[in-house]
């Protein structure tokens, strides 16, 4: 009977699909560019689609730019909720300031508009590494910042 329960419909993936590069856009413009090397799609209890392989997305600014990049070892989109979940290993990079973050794990509400984290932070810039508690910035990646920063230190060599 364990065996077969293994084999539930509630279980088991409606579809998977392997190598993804999907392209969102709004008004012509585009938003977001995610890479997977795999997509598995649940329709129960709840549709999400899991990236088991992890992500490499790319967010733009007006459509033309890349404004910064995400990558991470596994996320999940909980598509009636329209969030997508990054976790293990997640960087990030903001190509304005030069910034790359290392965080465990980070949120984007596409309904908000707004990508966050709770988790600690590790910002690297150049000689300078900055550490908080928690990490926010609007959808677009124009105002990204660290919160509750607990320091910052100049590394010289």
């Known amino acids: 009977m364990e065996k077969v329960r293994l084999f539930d419909p509630q279980n088991l993936p409606q579809q998977s699909i392997d190598t993804v590069r999907a392209l969102r856009s709004l008004g012509g413009k585009k938003q977001m560019v995610l890479k997977a090397p795999k997509v598995v799609v649940y329709e129960q209890p709840e549709r999400k689609t899991v990236y088991p392989d992890g992500i490499d997305m790319q967010i733009y600014n007006n459509g033309d730019k890349i404004a910064a990049s995400i990558k991470a ?4 989109s909980l598509d009636e909720k329209k969030i997508i979940e990054a976790r293990n290993d997640v960087v990030i990079i903001d190509f304005r300031s030069g ?19 709770n988790a600690p932070v590790k910002s690297v810039n150049g000689k300078r590494v900055t550490y908080g508690d928690g990490f926010e910035s609007d959808d677009e990646f124009t105002t990204p910042r660290i919160l509750h920063q607990r320091g910052t230190m100049t590394i010289e060599e």
């Open 99 to 117: 910034d790359t973050s290392y965080l465990e794990n980070i949120v984007w509400n596409s309904a908000e508009h707004r990508i966050f984290s």
């Open 73 to 76: 070892k596994y996320a999940q």
